[in-house]
């Protein structure tokens, strides 16, 4: 019986491990390897920070989950890959044999590329639940005692979305505090204008959340690299178009959040601190072909946020494409027929679509986009605005966690709410 790991255990990692049980079925023993024995819902993060949601409502204990549906599942986490010999150390010491790999470790956080970013500096993080229950600690205490706060993401981020939802939810927490009124906001991106989001902007979002930020009272930069923060302060940079320096702010903090830059986590680096040759690009994300197949390691695939995707195109300050969760629900169903196909005798044949679809939640409205090709000219290239996309999106957590905790591999919320757009047709 064939071996197949599933290293990583995030959106991308459970959803493979659930696909793999429903396309391949009982002909793998799946193994799914994570560095912590919890699932948590990512997506739900700005909720936890500013008390809209506890940590616990959106995590799922993973041992007793996976073993009902006949998943192996070890939290040793893993700290080396060898996979010129189909292995992986584990944080115990031991080491995994496989046939097929799918890598879905997600992204490590490059909050040490700029001084006094991120926890341990002097600003706070929605990345993963810890740092959002953490920031909620914070936030209770900033809305006892107000001032000015700073939200963005800094150069080289890929992911924008929960940047301006952070802002915007914390904007509407503040008015039902009534203490709005004591919080002058900026929002600091790298992104050449407000609703690019790494994708070249997906229909009017350029407008679209200009005008709830105008509307909402929140300032911004754009082109903007953050330099250092400081207890009181965030250092920006702003550039012109052709490069050059436009200007230097200094922007009084009392509460800052930015997306950090991401990069491959530890195991896809080798000795000298580059991505493992051959597996990954130098920043360890992993290299894939069009059937999310590594090109030299013909049984390792990706998912995720982990994968290595060029930007869309050439901005002043380095923006990366997001990966979204239809778009890494599109890399799973590739890679679970792919591998179906391997361990048939046959060659893979399922591209993703590497669409994007996204709902990003403004608490008290939000916007939603879908973007078909992800890269411009598109087929379809529309946004939309409302408080439905709020409601949606509650949804959203509540379908996706019911998948977690019931095993399902079924299609997901995003594609129900294509269909309920009008839009079908998905397929490459
Ligand atoms: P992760 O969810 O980060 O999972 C990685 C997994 O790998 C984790 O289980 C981790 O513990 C494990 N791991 C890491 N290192 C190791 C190791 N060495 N050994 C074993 N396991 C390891 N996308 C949307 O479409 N809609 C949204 O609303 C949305 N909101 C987002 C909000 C935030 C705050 C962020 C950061 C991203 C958001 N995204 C959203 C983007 C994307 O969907 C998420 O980042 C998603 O979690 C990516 O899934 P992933 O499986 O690739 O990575």
Known sequence: MSRIVVLGAGIGGIAMAYELRSVVGRKADITVVSNTEWFHFVPSNPWVSVGWREAKDIKVHLPETLGKYGIKFSAAGATKLLPAENKLVLGDGSEMEYDYLVIATGPDLAFDEIEGLGPQGHSSSICHVDHAEEMNRKWEAFCADPGPMVVGAVQGASCFGPAYEFA???????????????????????????????????????????????????????????????????????????????????????????????????CMMD?????????????????????????????????????????????????????????????????????????????????????????????????????????????????????????????FEKYFLRKVRSGSGEPGYERVVLKALGIERLKN
């Open 168 to 266: 915007l939810i914390a904007n509407a927490d503040l008015r039902k505090r009534k203490v709005r009124d004591k919080v002058p906001m900026t929002f600091v991106t790298s992104e050449p204008y407000i609703g690019h989001l790494g994708l070249g902007g997906v229909g009017d979002t350029k407008s679209q959340l200009e005008s709830l930020m105008r509307d909402r009272d929140i300032k911004w930069i754009t082109n903007a690299k953050v330099e250092r923060v400081t207890e009181e302060a965030v250092e920006v940079v702003e550039f012109n178009e052709d490069g050059s320096e436009k200007k230097r702010h200094t922007l009084p903090s009392k509460l800052n959040m930015f997306i950090p830059g991401f990069r491959g986590v530890n």
């Open 271 to 395: 000795e000298t601190g580059k991505g493992i040759e051959g597996l990954c690009n130098p920043r360890g994300f992993v290299l894939v072909d069009d059937y999310q197949r590594n090109p030299t390691f013909k049984n390792v695939y990706a998912v995720g946020v982990c994968v290595a995707i060029p930007p869309v195109e050439q901005t002043p300050v380095p923006v990366g494409v997001p990966k979204t969760g239809y778009m890494i629900e599109s890399m799973v169903a590739a890679v679970g027929r792919n591998i179906l196909h391997q361990i048939e005798g046959r060659e893979p044949t399922d591209r993703p679509t590497l669409n994007a679809v996204c709902l990003a939640d403004f608490g008290d409205s939000g916007v939603a986009f879908v973007a078909l090709p992800q890269i411009p000219p598109r087929n379809v290239n529309w946004s939309g605005e409302g408080y439905w996309v709020h409601l949606a999106k509650v949804g």
